[in-house]
């Protein structure tokens, strides 16, 4: 008997025609049997040359075909390519193929939606199997409250999939935790086919499938800026390491929070290399705020507000633009079906509040406290994971945390809140989108910031010196200079350049800044040019 096995990539137009002529041979011969094998494209190269490397052939191209000695056992022996099957199948058996180039196509495209259909059909089994492992560090904070119940409902990973929550935080929180399973335990989530505790460090991670990483609940006490920047080193490389040592191959690493969010995603990327482009940073929070002060003055409910992008500094420093923002069934005197929508800025003729109210109102939000609340965060977060699985709305401009690859200007090596959409599981920064130039100010002002504090956490910089604009430097001479301690009276101004930290609540009596009191470079503006 002769066994062959032909296999190729899933789109390759002499895969389909060598199938077709291998169909036939076995239709209309007893003793001739053939084993198919495809490959996604993505994933076609290495997989043929660790198929070569193991039984020292050589072959690059696509398909490629060998016959199996059923009857000597051993490795197969490698037959060649189309051109040689084709030749073999005259010489031996007087078949030739007559298909047109046209059909080859067709049929080549065809594989491959088959085959894709077949992997996640797969993937389908295989989570009935092995539930998705979902990881959340620092789990005794509220955010994590909040965010169980959305995953365990099935709107975020799908409604076919089951998955195992895994809770990690220190030993102290160990009793808050416990806490945590009971309820969550209780709500008889269909999907929930496990949840676990962890407090050993060793452990975490375990064939992790997506990680969310929240904001860390710590008393301890830091004095300076740049001690609060260096403090998130040590817990960025310890994941990092654990990630690369103990996660999934694939998971995905998603950043929350309130606090140096696009400081903690650089730095995950940085100790965890081999996964940095499935580690994002959470920018929907400070969108939904955006949208929500906005929805406030057309009247109207904020999900109605969409496109609003956030450039920059996440949880700091960041640009609010309005220029794509559109608002859907308005109650105007022109009115339209539902996906008739009108640019924002066309209906709000007080340049003066979107300047100056609109960013002062976002800017107070930030100074009180309330940027995140444990609610906010967790929907922010839930939502960004939900468009990874299953895309974004078509059409629709989200705002992302990303490693910069040089678009739109911004300097290489940072995390940078950009537009993006998700697809196909993964997301696409929209290059293509017109009249959003940033003006140079304002970029310098976004990524000034953002290379400072990267360079303060991994010890390259000593001093954190915020960027001033020539008014920003005018204003600070009429400052008063800081005085060394604090009062429980009143709130004053870390430093005279330090505008990053106006307002931010201080602690009490004589001690220094938490962690928590300190939420970096939360300036947030609107560019004047959006209204002339």
């Given at each position: ?50 198929l070569c490397e193991k039984n020292t052939w050589s ?180 994941y990092g390491y654990l990630i690369e040592k103990n ?189 959003i130039e940033i003006s140079e100010q304002i970029m ?89």
């Open positions: 008997m002769a066994k062959f096995v032909l296999a190729g990539r899933a789109d390759c137009p002499y895969y389909a025609k060598a199938e077709l002529l291998a169909d036939y041979l076995q239709k209309n011969l007893p003793d001739f049997r053939v084993h198919k094998i495809t490959q996604h494209p993505h994933v076609w190269e290495e997989w043929l040359k660790d072959h690059k191209k696509s398909p490629i075909i060998w016959r199996e000695l059923l009857d000597r056992g051993g490795k197969g022996l490698l037959l060649g390519g189309y051109n040689e099957f084709l030749e073999y199948a005259q010489l031996y058996y007087g078949v030739t193929s007559s298909m047109t180039t046209e059909l080859m196509k067709i049929i080549a495209q065809e594989n491959l939606e088959t085959h894709i259909e077949k992997e996640l059909e797969e993937e389908i089994r295989k989570d009935l199997i092995h539930p998705l492992q979902v990881w959340i560090t620092s789990a005794s904070v509220p955010a994590c409250y909040n965010l169980i119940p959305i995953l365990t409902s099935g709107e975020v990973f799908g409604m076919h999939t089951e998955i195992s929550l895994n809770l990690f935080d220190n030993k102290q929180a160990e009793e808050n935790l416990h806490v945590i399973v009971t309820e969550t335990q209780d709500l008889v989530a269909p999907l929930l086919r496990s949840i676990s505790i962890c407090t050993r460090v060793e452990d975490a991670f375990l064939q992790a499938h997506v990680i969310i990483i929240l904001d860390e609940n710590t008393d301890q006490e830091v004095y300076t800026l740049e001690d609060c920047i260096r403090s998130r080193l040590p817990l960025c490389r310890l996660a999934h191959d694939s998971v995905r690493v998603i950043v929350g929070g309130k606090t140096f969010v696009n400081l903690k995603t650089i730095l995950l990327m940085r100790y965890a290399p081999n996964v940095a482009h499935n580690i994002i940073a959470v920018a929907l929070g400070v969108e939904g705020q955006a949208r929500a002060a906005l929805a406030r003055k057309l009247r109207t409910t904020s999900s109605c507000i969409k496109n609003v992008i956030v450039w920059g500094n996440i949880s700091g420093n960041n640009y609010i633009d309005l220029r794509k923002a559109k608002v859907y069934r308005y109650e105007s005197a022109i009115w339209g079906p539902p996906n008739y929508s009108r640019p924002v800025l066309s209906l709000i003729f007080d340049s003066d509040w979107v300047n100056r109210q609109y960013v002062e109102t976002l800017k107070k939000l930030t100074a009180t406290g309330k940027q995140f609340g444990a609610i906010l965060s967790a929907h922010s977060i839930a939502t960004t994971l939900k468009y990874w699985y299953h895309g974004s709305p078509p059409g629709e401009i989200v705002s992302l945390g990303v490693l910069s690859e040089g678009q739109f200007g911004i300097p290489e090596g940072i995390v940078f809140s950009m537009p993006v959409k998700f697809e196909n599981g993964t997301w696409v920064v929209l290059t293509d989108l017109e009249d310098t002002r976004m990524t000034s910031d953002l290379i400072q504090e990267k360079l303060v956490a991994l010890g390259d910089l000593i001093n954190f010196q915020p960027y001033q604009s020539e008014t920003d430097i005018a204003k600070s001479y009429e400052k008063t200079t800081l005085p060394t301690t604090y009062n429980n009276q009143e709130n004053q101004r870390v430093s005279d350049a330090v505008d990053l930290l106006d307002l931010i609540p201080q602690p009490n009596s004589e001690k220094p800044y938490s962690q928590e009191a300190i939420n970096d470079s939360e300036d947030k503006r609107v560019e004047e040019q959006q209204i002339n």
